[in-house]
T-cell receptor, first 111, second 113 residues
Framework: NAGVTQTPKFQVLKTGQSMTLQCAQDMNHNSMYWYRQDPGMGLRLIYYSASEGTTDKGEVPNGYNVSRLNKREFSLRLESAAPSQTSVYFC??????????FGPGTRLTVT | GENVEQHPSTLSVQEGDSAVIKCTYS??????FPWYKQELGKGPQLIIDIRSNVGEKKDQRIAVTLNKTAKHFSLHITETQPEDSAVYFCAASRRSNTDKLIFGTGTRLQVFP
């Protein structure tokens, strides 16, 4: 099992550009999450999906959209990137509201 | 909503010494408290968790204690080794369908040989 995979690993965007971060899990988990990690601020939840077909906002959803394409895949879209969105993005999945398995992360820089 | 505070932000210990990281939470309804370890360039990984019906849990060199009255929980690492060097995060949640994990801000642990 690959666990949770994320693409790309690194990305540099100019202000105003758009991009989609991809996430997939092969553990048959119902719940999936997107977090951002910034120095001194820990992990903050952007969006989550408790099951296929549902998505809900987390702590910091502004500037992002998500799609739960199927049970395996959960994508995060930045429609118009801003320098404040420079961060490391992690996708995670869980069977229920218990142990979360994290992907390796995407390091995004917006100039 | 839940708020989790974590201290210290950095911790340096000599190999073989013990390390303690402390967290406090605000929501008295929280009942699930996991600890994650994040190595450089990787995603966080669960190392131990505790539920509110127990006060302590051990797994080899690591242990977690929970004081529900004071709303704080701690991670204890004994006989530290250089490979324990990482960032550690605590978290709390109610473990319901509508409540998610709220993470602390992390502790960078350095173990010197």
């Amino acid at each position: 099992n690959a666990g949770v995979t994320q693409t790309p690993k690194f990305q540099v965007l100019k202000t105003g550009q758009s991009m989609t971060l991809q996430c997939a899990q092969d553990m048959n988990h119902n719940s999936m999450y997107w977090y951002r990690q910034d120095p001194g601020m820990g992990l903050r939840l952007i969006y989550y999906s408790a099951s296929e077909g549902t998505t809900d906002k987390g702590e910091v959803p502004n500037g992002y959209n998500v799609s739960r394409l199927n049970k395996r895949e959960f994508s995060l879209r930045l429609e118009s990137a801003a320098p404040s969105q420079t961060s490391v993005y992690f996708c995670a999945s869980s069977r229920a509201t218990d142990e979360q398995y994290f992907g390796p992360g995407t390091r995004l820089t917006v100039t | 909503g839940e708020n989790v505070e974590q201290h210290p932000s950095t911790l340096s210990v000599q190999e073989g010494d013990s390390a303690v990281i402390k967290c406090t939470y605000s929501d008295s309804a929280s009942n699930y408290f996991p600890w994650y370890k994040q190595e450089l360039g990787k995603g966080p990984q669960l190392i131990i968790d505790i539920r509110s019906n127990v006060g302590e849990k051990k797994d080899q060199r690591i242990a977690v204690t929970l004081n529900k009255t004071a709303k704080h929980f701690s991670l204890h690492i004994t006989e530290t080794q250089p490979e324990d060097s990482a960032v550690y995060f605590c978290a709390a949640s109610r473990r319901s369908n509508t409540d998610k994990l709220i993470f602390g801000t992390g502790t960078r642990l350095q173990v010197f040989p």
